[in-house]
């Protein structure tokens, strides 16, 4: 059976080096599937697995999401209601928290997973 992934597109993230990276590893097992890159919510409904990446702010990857008409709605169905198969990347693991605080404010996550996202304070500078 062949496997539909869908990595979302919603103007964050270093989409086609995720792309290439599940091509490859699809071709190195085996693995018989489509891997897309798309903003369309129906693709969402159509695939067997969804990768959700991320860079950036919280607050700015939020925002992209919430832009596509259906989509938060075709992600909540796919990962809470039919329980398929999810994969959040960076900041796109991060959105899957209640909120992110970055900055002076507090952004609205998808809130599957009950929490905050923190920014680490150090006393140090690192790199």
Excluded at 43 to 61: D, M, R, W, Y
């Amino acid at each position: 059976m062949m496997k539909r992934i869908t990595i979302v597109d919603y103007g964050s993230g270093n989409i086609l080096s995720a792309q290439q990276s599940f091509l490859k590893v699809s071709e190195l097992s085996n693995i018989n599937a489509e891997i897309i890159i798309s903003n369309d919510s129906n693709k969402i409904k159509n695939s067997t697995h969804v990768v959700l990446p991320g860079q950036g702010a919280f607050e700015s990857c939020m925002k992209g999401l919430s832009k596509i008409p259906g989509m938060l709605d075709a992600l909540n169905n796919f990962a809470l209601i039919q329980k398929k198969p999810f994969l959040g990347i960076c900041v796109g693991m991060q959105l899957l928290a209640t909120e992110g605080n970055e900055g002076q404010r507090n952004n609205k996550g998808l809130d599957w997973i009950s929490g905050e996202v923190k920014k680490i304070v150090v006393d140090q500078k690192f790199k």
